[in-house]
T-cell receptor
């Protein structure tokens, strides 16, 4: 069966520090991968998605970047965090052959101080 | 632009009662809809889905209704339990394989 792992689960970072959140998917090949951000008590905002290695699409301009160095690995990064980067970050995947249902990781809660 | 929205941000129900969570969508070309449940501090979990060629689909204690005429989607939870307390999101799939999420409704179940 397919599983998705996301880490770290929680982190507290100072303003101006770098960020790296990692997501890996197991049990499938060539998944579509997504990074979402969720502010407290709010909905899901799509940040990036990728349909293949090295292929990244950005949905909103921001202080973050994404990379996909391997087929089932998706990384969310920042060189210098801002206070506004605080939030709950969710990685998700689906199959290009599926109806579209997304499978989410457990999330990473980032607090920038 | 196209959007999916919810009528009520918070819904409070008594344990054992039925819950109805509503969602309005604006993209008439959307052909697939999903309801997700998100418990505090966790990622959203799939509850039930429905294709645009259907108007009703039932699962275990949950029913999704789709009214394409008025672009309305609802999630009905029968005999609501404390474990149903969560935020519920509707999502629609339009062009490509991209899902658009609504803003979410928080369901609170009172014992």
């Amino acid at each position: 069966s397919q599983t998705i792992h996301q880490w770290p689960a929680t982190l507290v970072q100072p303003v101006g520090s770098p960020l790296s959140l990692e997501c890996t998917v197991e049990g499938t090949s060539n998944p579509n991968l997504y990074w979402y951000r969720q502010a407290a008590g709010r909905g899901l905002q799509l940040l990036f998605y990728s349909v293949g290695i090295g292929q990244i699409s950005s949905e909103v301009p921001q202080n973050l970047s994404a990379s996909r160095p391997q087929d089932r690995q998706f990384i969310l990064s920042s060189k210098k965090l801002l206070l506004s980067d605080s939030g709950f970050y969710l990685c998700a995947w689906n199959s290009g052959r599926s109806t579209g249902e997304l499978f989410f990781g457990e999330g990473s809660r980032l607090t920038v101080l | 632009g196209e959007s999916v929205g919810l009528h009520l941000p918070t819904l409070s129900v008594q344990e054992g009662d039925n819950s109805i969570i509503n969602c309005a969508y604006s993209n008439s070309a959307s052909d697939y809809f999903i309801w997700y449940k998100q418990e505090s501090g966790k990622g959203p979990q799939f509850i039930i889905d429905i294709r645009s060629n259907m108007d009703k689909r039932q699962g275990q204690r949950v029913t999704v209704l789709l009214n394409k005429t008025v672009k309305h989607l609802s999630l009905q939870i029968a005999a609501t339990q404390p474990g149903d307390s969560a935020v519920y999101f509707c999502a629609e799939k339009g062009a490509g394989n991209m899902l658009t999420f609504g803003g979410g409704t928080r369901l609170m179940v009172k014992p």
